[in-house]
C-alpha cells in the first residue's frame, strides 16, 4: 500500500492558484487540488492544519461548498493522530 501524498504542499499551491482566476489551466489544477485535498487522508499535524485551512477556505465562499468527503477525511485524521487522547464519549 503507498503512502497517501502530503496535504500541505497541495494547499499551498492550491492558494497560490487563487489569483489566477482568469486562466483555464490554473482553474483545472486548482479542481484537482481541491478534490485531492477533499479526499486526502490526513496522517500529520501539517495535513490536519492543510485541510482545516482548505475547509476554511471553502467556508469563506460559501458553506455550502465544503465536501463531505473532506469533513469525514478531517475526522478520521483527528481519531488517527489523538484517538487515544480522546474521550469516548467524543469518539
Not at 492550491?14 to 478534490?35: F, K, N, T, V, W
Not at 485531492?36 to 469563506?60: M, N, P, T, W
Not at 473532506?70 to 483527528?78: H, M
Amino acid at each position: 500500500m503507498s503512502k497517501p501524498a502530503p496535504l500541505m504542499p497541495l494547499f499551498l499551491a492550491y492558494q497560490h492558484l487563487a489569483g489566477c482566476a482568469e486562466c483555464e489551466a490554473a482553474d483545472r489544477l486548482r479542481g484537482s487540488l481541491e478534490h485531492a485535498l477533499a479526499a486526502g487522508e490526513v496522517i500529520s499535524a501539517d495535513d490536519l492544519f492543510a485541510k482545516a485551512r482548505y475547509l476554511q477556505d471553502c467556508g469563506r465562499i460559501d458553506p455550502g461548498l465544503i465536501p463531505m468527503e473532506a469533513l469525514d477525511t478531517l475526522v478520521a485524521g483527528v481519531a488517527r493522530l489523538l484517538g487515544p487522547g480522546l474521550s469516548q464519549a467524543a469518539a
